[in-house]
């Protein structure tokens, strides 16, 4: 079955330090991967996506996640972490052609960042 | 970069009455637009896909007299809650793919609904 987990339910990070929210996902075909960051009430905002090529893929706002076949894993990093980056994010994989936009999401990682 | 807009962006009814969202695609044409449903704390859960011209797909489990889907044209799909209740209540966000097969979605702000 199709499925994308992310382990962490919340995660708490300090202002400056580094930050990586955890992604696996079990998928027939090959897989396209997206990270995506939710605000309180708001819709969802692409971070970054992985198609093909270069494995580690970077995205907006400083965010880069790397895709590991071998561990079925999409990682989402940041090197130093704003208070502006609290936020649900989201995990999710898809496939192009005539199911492209169908996403499966995970659950979500909630961020919250101490000053 | 292309905007999906969504609205209401909050409504609140009263239980039994119908709602509409409506979802366009602002600066592109939309084939097909998805709609999600995410309860607080919960991730999205796609209900169905909207297919310009054509009846809608549902997801398992969705009930589609309930959830009527509508897409008119090529950048709105709107979809109606019909006599809701309160379990209805919850965050509906719809994206739209636009023609170029990269995969990549458009979500709108999404629509609170209450249902009292």
Redesign the interface.
């Known amino acids: 079955a199709q499925s994308v987990t992310q382990p962490d339910i919340h995660i708490t990070v300090s202002e400056g330090a580094s930050l990586e929210l955890r992604c696996n996902y079990s998928y027939g075909a090959t897989p396209?991967l997206f990270w995506?960051v939710q605000s309180p009430?708001?819709?969802?905002?692409?971070l970054l996506?992985y198609?093909s090529g270069d494995t580690l893929v970077q995205g907006i706002k400083g965010f880069e996640a790397e895709f590991k076949r071998s561990q079925s894993s999409f990682n989402l990093r940041k090197p130093s972490v704003h208070w502006s980056d609290a936020a649900e994010y989201?995990c999710a994989v898809?496939?192009?052609?005539s199911n492209?936009?169908?996403?499966?999401?995970?659950?979500?990682t909630?961020l919250q960042v101490k000053p | 970069g292309a905007v999906v807009s969504q609205h209401p962006s909050w409504v609140i009814c009263k239980s039994g009455t119908s709602v509409k969202i409506e979802c366009r695609s602002l600066d592109f044409q939309a084939t097909t637009m998805f709609w999600y449903r995410q309860f607080p704390k919960q991730s999205l859960m796609l209900m169905a896909t909207s297919n310009e011209g054509s009846k809608a797909t549902y997801e398992q489990g969705v009930e589609k007299d309930k959830f009527l889907i509508n897409h008119a044209s090529l950048t709105l799909s709107t979809l109606t809650v019909t006599s809701a209740h309160p379990e209805d209540s919850s965050f509906y966000i719809c994206s739209a793919r636009g023609s170029s097969n990269t995969g990549e979605l458009f979500f709108g702000e999404g629509s609170r609904l209450t249902v009292l």
Do not use: E, P, S
């Not at chain 1, 009430?41 to 692409?46: A, E, K, M, S, T």
């Not at chain 1, 898809?94 to 052609?97: I, T």
């Not at chain 1, 492209?100 to 979500?108: A, D, M, N, P, V």
């Open positions: 396209y995506y009430g708001q819709g969802l905002q692409l996506k198609f989201f898809g496939a192009l052609g492209t936009g169908k996403l499966i999401f995970g659950q979500g909630t």
